[in-house]
């Protein structure tokens, strides 16, 4: 099993690897985050179960890793994020199963660290 917390950490320090070696693409991407993540029509706990349940049909284990942080990080109850990855599996089938589950892993573990 994976431990999303650590893969969590070490992605944060890569991207500041690639922000120093890429800047103008790093500071581009953040910027893009940032404003798509940012309260409007819909909350920003909305948007993250939303990007979770991309990163989860997308197959990505880092955007799980930070989905499911970042939504608890915006208010995402473990039952929100549990339904989050039904509609996954819904819309990607066996694999989003798979990954379903890595992000039930990952919600367990963040939660043990009281986010």
Known sequence: ?????????????????????????M?????????????????SKTKE??????A???RCDGCISFHVH????????KEEVAETVAVAILMGGGPSVVYGIE??????QFAALDL
């Not at 500071?27 to 819909?42: I, K, N, Q, V, Y």
């Open 1 to 25: 099993m994976k431990n999303f917390p650590d893969h969590y950490q070490e992605l944060n320090s890569w991207m500041d690897k690639l922000g120093l070696a890429m800047p103008d693409v």
């Open 27 to 43: 500071h581009g991407f953040g910027a893009l985050h940032e404003s798509s993540l940012r309260e409007g029509a819909l909350n």
């Open 49 to 54: 179960l939303i990007a979770l349940g991309i």
């Open 56 to 58: 989860i049909t997308v």
């Open 70 to 77: 970042d939504a608890m990080q915006a208010g995402a109850s």
């Open 103 to 108: 992000a039930m892993q990952a919600l367990s």
